[in-house]
Structure formats: structure tokens, C-alpha cells
């Protein structure tokens, strides 16, 4: 069975710019959710779709943005782009809003965005 | 507010020892527990979790946690260490009541290196 699959693996866009990645959850599961991991740190909770509504958002500016397709596919997008953007992107899904049987996470390879 | 502290940057054990990694934990109510593992520019594996139950919860490749309520504690264990375990070590918590269902907050990570 596929995982969760994310796109690009690796993007390099310089200040300013807008960049769109792109999450395909594990088959079955209707939530996805997005982290930031900065290099040397854990990752922080971004956001989280469930049946295409946002269900939490964390502490980051309105730059970022995401949605949730029928498909329950999900994409991020980070506008005005800051050097300190630079980061892996984790997408993670789950059976529904409270996670798997016990709450775990199923995380995605992420993608990792430079700025530069 | 929920928070997780790692204590120990990275941990260095030889294989065939046993090995801890420690996690200490800040939330309100019952929380639920999870290690996560993460090799070199990949995303994040589960190991195990505790929601309710017996203390002693164990996970993937012979690794187990003990939950300790009172010392709000609960560290990873493996009673013998292998080379491919070396690896960057996550423990997250989510807290009950949280209105985000799957928002985990994440400690800072510990690096194990095991050693012939």
C-alpha cells in the first residue's frame, strides 16, 4: 500500500517568491495535516484539513495557506517567501480528525524547501 | 499550553548495551505519547504510543517506552542496541482535550549513535 506521498521532494525559490507542494494522503484516510521542520529543530504544527474544512491552524502568519481536494489530497502554499521559510515541509494523514486508533500521525518524506 | 522536553541532544551508546533516550512531558489532562524516529532526509516513522493502560507500551524494532505519570516522564528503551538504530529521535505529545485533534507537539529531538 502507498504511504503518503508528497511533491516535490526538493525546490529551491529565492525571497518573495510563491511556492505550491503538494500531499497525497495514505488511501482511506480523510485528514491531512502539515508541519514545519527547521533544520536542527522538531517539527511545528502548521494546519490541519478534515473533510476539506480546516480543523487548527498553528502559529504562523497568513502567508501560509493550504487547502483539501475531494480527493482528500491537500496542497500548501507559502507566499512572499522568506529566507527563513527554508525548512522540510511534513505531510501527515490520518484515518480521521483524532488520528489513527490511538492518535498516531502517518508522516509523509516531506519536502524540503531552500530559500535563498 | 502542551510542551515537550528532550534533555539530551544526542546519546551515544555501543551496540549490544542498552540504550535510553529520555522525554519529559507538559499537558493538561491525560496525555497521549509518541516516539517517532527520523533517518537522514527522511520524514517521520511511528515507534510507539501510549494512550491509556499499562506504563510499559512497546513498539517497532524491539523498542519500548515507559510512561511514568508522576515524573510526568516517558522515555525510549531498547535492552540492546544495534548500529542501524542511529538515528534522530522525536517524542510528541498530544493532549486530550486539545481542539486540534491531531496537533502534535514535538520535543527538539535526540541524535542516537550507536557505535561497533
Known amino acids: 500500500d502507498a504511504g503518503v506521498t508528497q511533491s516535490p521532494t526538493h525546490l529551491i525559490k529565492t525571497r518573495g517568491q510563491q511556492v505550491t507542494l503538494r500531499c497525497s494522503p495514505i488511501?482511506?484516510?480523510?485528514?491531512v495535516s502539515w508541519y514545519q521542520q527547521v533544520l536542527g529543530q522538531g517539527p511545528q504544527f502548521i494546519f490541519q484539513?478534515?473533510?476539506?474544512?480546516?480543523?487548527g491552524r498553528g502559529n504562523f502568519p497568513d502567508r501560509f495557506s493550504a487547502r483539501q481536494f475531494p480527493n482528500y489530497s491537500s496542497e500548501l502554499n507559502v507566499n512572499a517567501l522568506l529566507l527563513g521559510d527554508s525548512a522540510l515541509y511534513l505531510c501527515?494523514?490520518?484515518?480521521?480528525?483524532?488520528?489513527?486508533?490511538?492518535?498516531?500521525?502517518?508522516f509523509g518524506e516531506g519536502s524540503r524547501l531552500t530559500v535563498l | 499550553a502542551q510542551s515537550v522536553a528532550q534533555p539530551e541532544d544526542q546519546v551515544n551508546v555501543a551496540e549490544g548495551n542498552p540504550l535510553t533516550v529520555k522525554c519529559t512531558y507538559s499537558v493538561s489532562g491525560n496525555p497521549y505519547l509518541f516516539w517517532y524516529v527520523q533517518y537522514p532526509n527522511r520524514g517521520l516513522q511511528f515507534l510507539l504510543k501510549?494512550?491509556?493502560?499499562?506504563?510499559l507500551v512497546k513498539g517497532s524494532y524491539g523498542f519500548e517506552a515507559e510512561f511514568n505519570k508522576s515524573q510526568t516522564s516517558f522515555h525510549l528503551k531498547k535492552p540492546s542496541a544495534l548500529v542501524s538504530d542511529s538515528a534522530l529521535y522525536f517524542c510528541?505529545?498530544?493532549?486530550?482535550?486539545?481542539?486540534?485533534?491531531?496537533?502534535?507537539?514535538f520535543g527538539t529531538g535526540t541524535r542516537l549513535q550507536v557505535t561497533l
Open positions: 501510549y494512550i491509556t493502560g499499562d506504563n
Open positions: 501527515a494523514s490520518s484515518p480521521g480528525l483524532a488520528g489513527g486508533l490511538g492518535g498516531e500521525l502517518f
Open positions: 488511501s482511506g484516510h480523510k485528514s
Open positions: 510528541a505529545v498530544r493532549g486530550l482535550n486539545t481542539g486540534t485533534a491531531s496537533k502534535l507537539t
Open positions: 484539513y478534515y473533510e476539506k474544512e480546516e480543523r
